[in-house]
């Protein structure tokens, strides 16, 4: 029997994803499948629409066999370390044969060499980076310039009809890259796949007559009291609508605008600076925008704080660090180079308990299926992160504060 692996946010599933997993399935000829899953929080700065436990039933009811957390320190990142910590978790259940991911390209063909020459990390690419980052570009930008002229400069791509700065700049395509390097730093014998990205674009509006919807297009449809039905598979419609029913959802940034308003009001710069992705003197800035807001909202801060250097993304991951306590210190190159220290397990179907029997003797790390029974720094930021996450919810209760600690993973 063969395992394929998917990296994911869900956020929430529609029949996009739906599409993928079936595409994954079919061209990898696999038996059964893993999804590494983002938590609370998600790649792109943002909470989830609801729980990672309801994301986690979507994903069980959709067919998924197994469903493993993406630990936040890894999840809430740039693509080379969202990439680096899901691929090694991936790598280290010692089960998993091929991993599928959609992409622009479509195929493998235009990605891989790329991907071979980015994950050498070439002194001429670094240089070249740097000195793009100094003439003010944000480092996605930056980055995939700089990529796309290193790139022109080997043997190889001088002659090549690869447009390497293009290719970077659509989402998918460059995420898919960071699966590749990650694949390729860790020596892992996992076979990639990808599959075209199908329907509409990451930032596209809602089209009449497609039943396949952006997750963002979707989110800012629930803001919006719309219903998402036409977008969604129904069993994930119905855990959705079962969740914001409840007042668990639809969750966003703004929710955690007291809380973060309380962090940033007690804290010294000198305190700010040791937040992670708080550098080249954003504590100060920060500092000096708070007095100037007539009311603190967290779309007003970050219009406040955007500059052509600073991506949106980019500033609301730095906040979401600052109200979750991430420290540079734990979150250096040298310490997220190590990979995730465990395999969280957040659901499985009978397929599933499989999976695990043979996880308990092929894993490279511990399998974790009762959180307060493990100790690790990275487990004990997961834990605080659902915890922050749920007190956004309109009336939280003490089992959705502490649900890791009070539930099992979910089974279907």
Same mark, same amino acid.
């Given at each position: &029997?063969?395992? +394929?692996?998917? !990296?994911?946010?869900?956020?929430?599933?529609?029949?996009?994803?739906?599409?993928?997993?079936?595409?994954?399935?079919?061209?990898?000829?696999?038996?059964?499948?893993?999804?590494? &899953?983002?938590? /609370?929080?998600?790649?792109?700065?943002?909470?989830?629409?609801?729980?990672?436990?309801?994301?986690?039933?979507?994903?069980?009811?959709?067919? %998924?066999?197994?469903?493993?957390?993406?630990?936040?320190?890894?999840?809430?990142?740039?693509?080379?370390?969202?990439?680096?910590?899901?691929?090694?978790?991936?790598?280290?259940?010692?089960?998993?044969?091929?991993?599928?991911?959609?992409?622009? %390209?479509?195929?493998?063909?235009?990605?891989?060499?790329?991907?071979?020459?980015?994950?050498?990390?070439?002194?001429?690419?670094?240089?070249?980076?740097?000195?793009?980052?100094?003439?003010?570009?944000?480092?996605?930008?930056?980055?995939?310039?700089?990529?796309?002229?290193?790139?022109?400069?080997?043997?190889?791509?001088?002659?090549?009809?690869?447009?390497?700065?293009?290719?970077?700049?659509?989402?998918?395509?460059?995420?898919?890259?960071?699966?590749?390097?990650?694949?390729?730093?860790?020596?892992?014998? !996992?076979?990639?796949?990808?599959?075209?990205?199908?329907?509409?674009?990451?930032?596209?509006?809602?089209?009449?007559?497609?039943?396949?919807?952006?997750?963002?297009?979707?989110?800012?449809?629930?803001?919006?009291?719309?219903?998402?039905? %036409?977008? &969604? /598979?129904?069993?994930?419609?119905?855990?959705?609508?079962?969740?914001?029913?409840?007042?668990?959802?639809? +969750?966003? #940034?703004?929710?955690?605008?007291?809380?973060?308003?309380?962090? $940033?009001?007690?804290?010294?710069?000198?305190?700010?600076?040791? !937040?992670?992705?708080?550098?080249?003197?954003?504590?100060?800035?920060?500092?000096?925008?708070?007095?100037?807001?007539?009311?603190?909202? +967290?779309?007003?801060?970050?219009?406040?704080?955007?500059?052509?250097?600073?991506?949106?993304?980019?500033?609301?991951? #730095?906040?979401?660090?600052?109200?979750?306590?991430?420290?540079?210190?734990?979150?250096?190159?040298?310490? $997220?180079?190590?990979?995730?220290?465990? !395999?969280?397990?957040?659901?499985?179907?009978?397929?599933?308990?499989?999976?695990?029997?043979?996880?308990?003797?092929?894993?490279?790390?511990?399998?974790?299926?009762?959180?307060?029974?493990?100790?690790?720094? &990275?487990?004990?930021?997961?834990?605080?992160?659902?915890? +922050?996450?749920?007190?956004?919810?309109?009336?939280?209760?003490?089992?959705?504060?502490?649900?890791?600690?009070?539930?099992?993973?979910?089974?279907?």
């Amino acid at each position: &029997m063969t395992t +394929v692996g998917i !990296i994911a946010e869900y956020n929430p599933l529609h029949n996009g994803h739906v599409h993928h997993f079936q595409e994954a399935k079919r061209i990898s000829g696999a038996d059964r499948s893993i999804v590494i &899953m983002s938590g /609370p929080f998600t790649q792109r700065g943002e909470p989830g629409a609801v729980s990672k436990r309801a994301r986690t039933e979507m994903a069980l009811h959709m067919g %998924a066999d197994l469903v493993i957390e993406l630990p936040v320190a890894y999840a809430v990142q740039p693509a080379e370390w969202f990439a680096f910590g899901a691929v090694f978790l991936l790598e280290a259940t010692g089960v998993v044969d091929s991993l599928c991911f959609g992409s622009e %390209a479509g195929t493998l063909g235009a990605l891989l060499p790329l991907a071979g020459f980015l994950a050498e990390e070439s002194s001429a690419l670094k240089d070249e980076i740097r000195a793009r980052l100094a003439q003010g570009a944000g480092f996605p930008a930056a980055y995939s310039a700089a990529a796309a002229a290193a790139w022109r400069e080997t043997p190889g791509g001088s002659g090549s009809p690869l447009d390497a700065e293009a290719l970077l700049r659509q989402p998918n395509n460059s995420l898919g890259l960071h699966y590749l390097i990650a694949l390729q730093r860790l020596g892992s014998a !996992i076979r990639p796949l990808t599959v075209p990205r199908t329907g509409a674009g990451f930032h596209d509006p809602l089209q009449g007559g497609s039943s396949i919807a952006s997750a963002t297009a979707i989110r800012r449809l629930l803001l919006e009291g719309g219903s998402p039905a %036409a977008y &969604m /598979p129904e069993y994930s419609l119905s855990i959705l609508e079962r969740e914001l029913a409840a007042g668990r959802g639809p +969750v966003k #940034l703004e929710d955690f605008s007291i809380a973060l308003r309380h962090v $940033l009001s007690t804290r010294s710069a000198a305190e700010l600076r040791m !937040i992670q992705d708080m550098n080249e003197g954003l504590e100060n800035r920060l500092l000096r925008i708070l007095p100037r807001l007539d009311k603190f909202t +967290v779309s007003g801060l970050l219009e406040e704080l955007k500059t052509k250097r600073y991506t949106h993304t980019r500033l609301q991951r #730095l906040l979401l660090h600052t109200l979750l306590n991430h420290s540079q210190a734990e979150m250096t190159p040298s310490v $997220l180079s190590r990979g995730p220290g465990y !395999i969280r397990v957040l659901g499985f179907r009978e397929n599933g308990r499989e999976l695990l029997k043979q996880m308990k003797q092929r894993a490279t790390l511990p399998v974790v299926t009762s959180p307060a029974r493990f100790d690790h720094p &990275m487990l004990e930021r997961d834990l605080q992160a659902a915890a +922050v996450f749920a007190g956004a919810y309109s009336d939280p209760l003490r089992s959705d504060l502490y649900s890791d600690y009070l539930e099992p993973p979910v089974r279907i």
